[in-house]
């Protein structure tokens, strides 16, 4: 309910004031489960993709701020949720495991999961290599997974910057990756990395961003 009434406000707001650029829009399923893979600039990303994607799109936030005290907290949490993210504990040491469990669940329940293969956002708006994550999810659950090209948003709200600011933005939604049947016969850990290797290609093809120096080491896993 939260969910709907703020998405209802938000996303024709936003748009209104930010105007972003969205394109491929045609290329999201609209049902089913599905993963959405971004690359990452901006703590804004979390929220720009929900708001412009055709459907809900479900991310891990971290837990504290869902458990802020006072006004202020509630807030916080009630901000957090409408957008329909879910708290994670990242200083669990289980926290990795805690977000594919996660994950798994929500594409369960045939809904889209958003993440971001870099792991952490590009201090330094170059691409990086990809972590296979991604693609034990896909992988796993057996959904395509989408990829998400973001351009704009280190500006819309830099690394030090408390509040978005005016900023073009641009997102461009890839065509569907399906990896049904494509790597039987092929070890786990090649699979996981070839499927990965797959996924940042394409989000690379939709931002043209610079490639860190590292991006084409390519060992079997990671």
Known sequence: MLYEVLHSVVPPLARAVWRPTIEGVANVPLTGP???????????????????????????????????????????????????????????????????????????????????????????????????????????????????????TDELQPVDARFPRLAKVTVRFGRPLDFTGRFEGVAPGRARREATDEIMDAIHALTGQELAGAYNERPVDA
């Open 34 to 152: 599905v993963l959405f893979a971004s690359n990452h600039l901006s703590f804004a990303d979390s929220v720009v993709i929900p708001i412009v994607a055709p459907r809900k799109v479900v991310f891990l936030a971290k837990a504290e701020y869902f458990t802020g005290p006072g006004i202020k907290g509630r807030l916080s949490k009630a901000w957090f949720e409408g957008l329909g993210m879910v708290p994670v504990d990242r200083s669990d040491t289980r926290a990795a495991l805690n977000s594919l469990d996660v994950a798994l669940e929500v594409l369960g329940r045939g809904e889209a999961f958003g993440i971001y293969p870099e792991g952490t956002r590009s201090r330094d708006g170059r691409l990086y290599r990809g972590r296979t994550g991604v693609a034990q999810l896909a992988l796993t659950a057996g959904v395509p997974v989408v990829p998400v090209g973001l351009t704009g």
